[in-house]
Structures are given as structure tokens and as C-alpha cells.
């Protein structure tokens, strides 16, 4: 699993040497922002979904019922955090011109995730390679 966590996370640092990376969902979360700040994740669903991550056209595309797609302006970050966990962030515009951010973790532990991160809700996928 770590040598899967090493090939995505430098594949995602050298974006022209790969075109597209294939990863397949797992699991599913979902937190609102209210007055009082965001909500606690929701429990876990099932989830079965394809995620492209095109470099060559700056495009992340997951395969949901509700189309998402998301085109790559600018990485805002990139590089361990202080759990060790690897980070690359960045800011996209959705299919509807809406501007979020979007963060995948390569966690310490093995697992991977993508957060998509509006102002109002933000979801979580785990993920793994295909």
C-alpha cells in the first residue's frame, strides 16, 4: 500500500510525466457549514464511483450520478503535514463556474483521500488506485 501511496502522490508531483490516473471510491462523507461552523462528517456510505485525474488537461472527473467535474486552476499546496500525511491541494472551478478547493491525502496509515471543499458543504471520498 505505501508503494501505491508513493506512485500516486509522485505521479500527482510530476503531473507531465503521467496523462490520466484512475482511482475507484470506497466510502463516502459528507459535512454542511451552518451558523455555528461545519458539521460533523456523516457515517460512511458505500461508494462505487470512478475519479480521473487528467494532468495533461488540468481536469479531475468523478463518475457520479450528479456530473462533477472540475478543471485545475492553481496547486496551493503540496508536501507532508506534521502526521506525515502527503497533501496536494489545489483550486478548481467546477462545471457550473463555482470555485472550491480540492485536497488529496495520501495518509500515513495507507489510505487515500480526496476532499472536494465548497464554502457551504465539503465531501470526502476514500479512495484507491486501479
Do not use: H
Amino acid at each position: 500500500m505505501k508503494k501505491f501511496l508513493v506512485f500516486l502522490f509522485v505521479t500527482i508531483a510530476v503531473a507531465a510525466s503521467a496523462q490520466v490516473v484512475n482511482l475507484r471510491t470506497i466510502k463516502f462523507y459528507t459535512s454542511e457549514k451552518t451558523s455555528y461552523g461545519w458539521t460533523n462528517w456523516s457515517n460512511p456510505e458505500y461508494s462505487n464511483m470512478l475519479v480521473q485525474i487528467d494532468f495533461a488537461n488540468d481536469l479531475v472527473y468523478i463518475e457520479s450520478p450528479i456530473r462533477q467535474l472540475y478543471k485545475i486552476v492553481t496547486i496551493t499546496k503540496q508536501g507532508y503535514d506534521n502526521d506525515c500525511n502527503y497533501i496536494t491541494e489545489f483550486r478548481f472551478y467546477d462545471q457550473d463556474g463555482d470555485m472550491g478547493t480540492m485536497r488529496i491525502v495520501g495518509r500515513r496509515d495507507g489510505r487515500s483521500q480526496i476532499y472536494i471543499i465548497f464554502g457551504n458543504v465539503r465531501w470526502c471520498y476514500d479512495v484507491m488506485k486501479l
